[in-house]
């Protein structure tokens, strides 16, 4: 599957936010978090249609 979707010009992202800084997700901020880590897929070849 990890395959497939680089062939699909898909490559896998991260974000690390630092527990010294505040910690937001999904735009809000949560107090009571130590840090947040986030795994996702982009596709490198995307073009929006306009």
Do not use: C, M
């Not at 901020?29 to 986030?38: D, G, K, L, R, V």
Request: aromatic share 16%; proline share 6%; charged share 20%.
């Amino acid at each position: 599957l990890l395959r497939e979707l680089e062939r699909a010009h898909f490559r896998l992202y991260h974000s690390y936010s630092d527990p010294g800084k505040p910690r937001l997700f999904l735009h809000r901020n949560f107090q009571n978090a130590s840090s947040s880590f986030i795994l996702g897929w982009v596709n490198t070849q995307f073009t929006p249609q306009g």
